[in-house]
């Protein structure tokens, strides 16, 4: 599973989608953002594709993931795709190429994240499983 798959998905689900999904409006900028190219850096979607991506990847039971609190107090959800890591709150949704990862993990730090160990090791355990 890829993010390809996950964006072809949605697309062909929009509209059913967007009735699960109060703050979207069919014509949402957002939805225009997703590609199904992969994003070359970390880039971070609004609460409407945030919404629209967490409908579409807890569908998927063969998806790692794990779920963590962030600095704000929001239940976090975090994805880990073939190619990308998707995290996904009630407000955002940021999606990591794998070769970011690096950087978003520095980027969790500087917000100070309390549970950074637990997600290091998961992505560690997942890189070992899969490589």
Same mark, same amino acid.
């Given at each position: &599973?890829?993010?390809?798959? #996950?964006?072809? +998905? *949605? ?6 989608? *967007? ?13 225009? +953002? ?5 994003? &070359?850096?970390?880039? %971070? ?20 993931? #794990? ?16 190619? %990308? ?16 990862? +690096?950087?978003?993990?520095? &980027? ?9 160990? #637990? ?13």
């Amino acid at each position: &599973m890829n993010w390809r798959n #996950i964006v072809e +998905e *949605l697309f062909n689900n929009i509209d059913d989608l *967007l009735t699960l999904c109060p703050s979207c409006v069919p014509d949402d900028p957002c939805i225009s +953002e997703f590609s199904l190219l992969l994003p &070359m850096d970390i880039q %971070v979607l609004s609460e409407c594709c945030a919404c629209l991506l967490e409908n579409v990847l807890e569908s998927k039971q063969n998806l790692y993931r #794990i779920y963590r609190y962030n600095e704000a107090g929001e239940s976090v959800a975090i994805y880990k795709l073939g190619d %990308v890591i998707v995290e996904v709150s009630s407000s955002t949704a940021t999606i990591v190429p794998i070769d970011r990862i +690096e950087i978003y993990i520095e &980027m969790l730090q500087e917000t100070g994240a309390q549970d950074l160990e #637990i997600l290091k090791k998961w992505l560690a355990e997942l890189n070992k499983s899969s490589g």
